[in-house]
């Protein structure tokens, strides 16, 4: 078993929660490519089933399928970034929901889609499953 640090977590891990804001949590940076096809619309269905982080709480670690669907604009996502990025979320101490928003706003920064969505499928742990879905542009919420 691997030794733990004072606030319980391994070394090495770090805790999204030590952060003023997820925007700091310095991951690599997604790269892109330019489309051919700009004055068309379609859409890339993109399955990454191999997404871990820690649990802040427990310091376990946490297994999701993450799914990104977008419709691009001038750019795509190059896809070994994709990779390198969704991978260095192995030694991040951070909430389902905070993972998956922060995914979509690196995204979104990088790649600037005309829309998108991502999906973080996570496995059960103490019997509770947990998807997180979050689309840009937001969706409109309110009173009608």
Request: aromatic share 10%; charged share 30%.
């Amino acid at each position: 078993m691997e030794p733990k640090t004072e606030e319980g977590r391994a070394p090495g891990v770090r805790d999204a929660s030590e952060y003023e804001g997820l925007q700091e949590l310095e991951l690599p940076q997604l790269e892109t490519w330019t489309n051919q096809y700009p004055d068309r619309d379609y859409r890339v269905h993109l399955e990454i089933p191999e997404f871990n982080c820690i649990c802040p709480k427990t310091g376990l670690p946490d297994f999701a399928t993450v799914v990104i669907d977008y419709v691009p604009d001038r750019k795509c996502v190059e896809l070994k970034s994709l990779k390198l990025y969704i991978t260095a979320y192995r030694n991040v101490g951070i909430f389902h929901e905070h993972a998956v928003n922060k995914i979509l706003d690196d995204f979104v920064r990088a790649v600037e889609p005309r829309s998108g969505e991502i999906r973080g499928v996570f496995a059960a742990r103490g019997g509770i499953s947990t998807t997180v879905s979050v689309s840009w542009p937001q969706e409109k919420h309110g009173s009608s």
